[in-house]
């Protein structure tokens, strides 16, 4: 799939922030109050990524794994 879909985020998360395993950000999404969230990843290179989804107090970090 095209589309990394982000589910079960808090109403306060403000963005998702994916980067690439160097450290590059790839892609920011802000989240505008939605609990679930698709990310366009089709234009991403297979690889490691890390996912960070932010808010007012909080930040969550998670590896992801693309395989085309």
Do not use: C, W
């Not at 160097?22 to 290179?45: C, E, I, N």
């Amino acid at each position: 799939s095209n589309e990394l879909n982000i589910t079960g985020l808090s109403v306060r998360a403000e963005g998702i922030l994916l980067y690439s395993s160097t450290g590059a950000l790839v892609s920011a999404t802000p989240v505008l109050g939605r609990q679930q969230l698709p990310v366009d990843v089709s234009k991403l290179s297979a690889g490691i990524y890390f996912l960070v989804a932010r808010g007012p107090h909080y930040m969550l970090n998670r590896k992801v794994v693309i395989s085309k």
